[in-house]
């Protein structure tokens, strides 16, 4: 038995995700595609398979505690980033309506198909306990998400950001998201007071209250403090300290409500003044800590709640259900959005092919969904190896559909790709 074995566990974390990132790297793909298979490799299916004693004593259940809680601050600050980067894509304006209808054929067909696999995969999958709507709900949210990073960041290494191309994917991407946190919201709200409808109804009058405390309270005053005290976009460490206070206070009152401590987190990141400067002080002082050091736990964790039984007997079926509707309603979706509003038929499946990348987006969803019993060990499998593998095509796709865009305008865009 290994005596105190955290630090042993995070060197063994990090060299593994490094280690995967690089390699996929190597291969075009997002560092953030290794990392997330590395959380695969570190589980039972691959290291708990070869090295069954090993990996028993260095992941033993009592010693999980502090990797879930370092998994979680990590979770906190990536979902606080997220939401201070926030904002209109250059361009959205002039592409409104086309954005508008990607954006909801690109939730509506993967949220229908969602829910139209759901009988197959409710009976064997469903957790003991859990209602059919609140579980097929949960399918539709996670068929329908779109990672923006990802997405932001192949756009990026191609020079197309700035492209029709780009504008249109990226807005599309913002408004499809939206629409999916907010029905994961619902699920976890519905499920997660314990109380039916009434309790429904009460987590929802509680967001609603934090929303206008945090938009109505600490939009303002954060905005002041930083006008008068960070003029540069650049806050002292007292002004740093008590936004980070704010963000943990969000977070753990949307976990009081019934709801995930992303939620909150993501809230009181979207609160900020959209400030360039402010981005990159947060992405120097914040997100680089939560990428390198605390995410690889997060995914490591992942891998450590997936299961080799999820592909036994019917598993397999029930994988290639949730991989028909990812991809097929993610890609005609978005596909038919752009056609219906002028875009070439190259155009418009170029666009479905970037509103299938999922991402570690995909993963939160994931675990928040775990988190909230609304899924167990062998679906947490099915989806995980769904985002790799939507993700994992989006760049061959592109390929096939777009090209390189040699003409496009390289974009001043930051972010690294890890998300």
């Known amino acids: 038995m290994l005596h105190s074995p955290l630090l042993l566990q995070l060197v063994i974390i990090l060299v593994t995700a490094r280690a995967c990132g690089l390699l996929l790297r190597y291969f075009g793909q997002p560092a953030v595609i290794g990392e997330m298979a590395a959380g695969i490799l570190l589980g039972p299916i691959v290291f708990g398979a070869l090295f069954p004693e090993f990996h028993t004593a260095l992941f033993a259940k009592e010693s999980l505690p502090g990797l879930s809680s370092l998994s979680m601050l990590g979770l906190v600050l990536f979902m606080f980033i997220v939401g201070a980067e ?39 999958l469903a957790p003991a306990g859990v209602d059919f709507w609140p579980f097929a709900l949960f399918m539709a949210a996670a068929m329908s998400i779109t990672a923006f990073p990802v997405m932001a960041r192949i756009l990026k290494d191609r020079g197309m950001t700035q492209t029709r191309l780009g504008r249109l994917a990226l807005s599309s991407a913002a408004i499809a998201d939206v629409f999916a946190w907010i029905v994961l919201a619902f699920v976890v709200a519905l499920i997660g007071s314990g109380e039916g409808y009434l309790g429904f109804a009460k987590t929802t009058l509680g967001l609603l ?32 300290a008590a936004m980070l206070i704010a963000l ?25 003044p959209r400030d360039d400067r402010l981005l990159q002080y947060l992405s120097e002082r914040v997100e680089y800590l939560a990428v390198v050091l605390l995410m690889p736990i997060f995914f490591a964790l992942a891998g450590l709640n997936t299961t080799a039984d999820a592909f036994a007997g019917a598993g397999l079926g029930a994988l290639a259900l949730i991989l028909f509707a990812a991809i097929f309603g993610k890609l005609a979706g978005g596909a038919a959005g752009a056609r219906l509003t002028g875009y070439g038929w190259r155009e418009s499946l170029a666009t479905g092919s970037l509103m299938n990348a999922r991402g570690l987006m995909e993963l939160i969803v994931m675990k928040v969904g775990l988190d909230a019993g609304l899924i167990g060990p062998e679906l947490f499998t099915m ?37």
């Open 383 to 419: 989806l995980l190896v769904m985002a790799l593998l939507t993700t994992v095509m989006t760049g061959p796709l592109l390929n096939l559909f777009a090209g390189r865009a040699r003409d496009a305008v390289v974009p001043q865009a930051r972010r690294n790709g890890n998300a």
């Open 209 to 240: 209250a934090l929303c206008a405390l945090v938009f109505g309270l600490l939009k303002p005053l954060f905005a002041h403090l930083l006008r008068a005290h960070a003029p540069n976009g650049q806050p002292s460490l007292m002004l740093l």
């Open 248 to 272: 943990l206070v969000c977070a753990a009152l949307t976990e009081w409500l019934g709801l995930h401590a992303v939620f909150g987190a993501f809230l009181f990141g979207a609160c900020l």
């Open 86 to 124: 926030l904002r209109a894509p250059d361009g959205v304006r002039a592409q409104l309506k086309a954005a508008g209808a990607v954006g909801a054929l690109g939730v509506l067909l993967p949220m229908a198909l969602g829910v139209g696999i759901s009988p197959w995969l409710y009976p064997t």
